[in-house]
């Protein structure tokens, strides 16, 4: 299976690290023009696509803003012509007991992990829907599933994007865009070593995953590069587990 996105233009959400870096990398690795953003530093994921020779522009824009994910699509076309595939990938997660979640941290919690994906998709899907074709891949998680993660607001917010993606889907597969998404479970990023910075602790977790290690986010990356494919033209509405066989235990 060969993957070539040559003459096909990404935006990928949530760009600064972890499995959105990831993601952006190997697109670009595979011929993809990249539109990366994020709130934060895009220079590190920049120079990594730079130095393969792959096509690359950066936009920091807020998630949570509207006018901003509008602008980032403009941006898009304005420099490459269109939007092709749209990956969303931000997330926050601050493990806390229930009753100590703020009113304000819960509503910022809903924003980044679930509105966020309805402005973006929102507006790529504009250009997506008068070029007749288009993917959309969020990135949502198996907490969604397990209500685990150690915070609500991050479980009822993911649980959100797996109806976002039913909707969707079947509001856009007759204009020629699928819409699905992968729920990553333990996967070893930056998120990951913030919510347990214990490395024994992490390791420890490894038990309850049935193949034996913690997930990489090229685990995640692959399965997100096939579903932006031409192979996966027959998937839509899925919200895909790449857990190691954890959630089901």
């Keep these: 299976m060969n993957f070539d996105f040559k003459g096909k233009t990404a935006v990928i959400t949530g760009a600064s690290r972890g499995i959105g870096a990831t993601i952006s990398v190997l697109l670009a690795e595979a011929g993809a023009n990249v539109m990366i953003s994020d709130i934060g530093d895009l220079s590190e994921t920049e120079e990594q696509i730079t130095k393969q020779g792959g096509m690359v522009e950066t936009f920091t824009a807020d998630i949570t803003k509207p006018k901003e994910m509008e602008a980032l699509c403009k941006k898009t076309v304005e420099v490459f012509g269109n939007i092709d595939i749209l990956i969303n990938c931000p997330g926050i997660l601050s493990p806390m007991q229930f009753g100590e979640i703020s009113t304000d941290l819960w509503k910022k919690g809903i924003e980044i992990n679930l509105s966020g994906a309805f402005y973006i998709a929102k507006y790529a899907s504009k250009t997506m829907i008068a070029q007749k074709s288009g993917r959309i891949i969020f990135i949502g998680s198996a907490a969604s599933i397990t209500g685990g993660g150690g915070v609500a607001y991050y479980a009822a917010a993911k649980a959100g994007i797996n109806g976002l993606v039913r909707s969707l889907s079947k509001e856009l597969a007759p204009l020629g865009i699928t819409v699905n998404s992968i729920l990553p479970a333990l996967i070893d990023t930056d998120m990951l070593r913030e919510r347990q910075p214990n490395l024994e602790k992490r390791r420890e977790c490894i038990k309850r995953i049935p193949v034996g290690r913690l997930g990489k986010p090229e685990d995640v990356a692959y399965a ?26």
């Design 224 to 249: 997100v590069l096939f579903l932006a494919s031409e192979y996966a033209s027959y998937i839509t509405g899925q919200n895909i587990l790449v857990d190691g066989g954890s959630t089901y235990k």
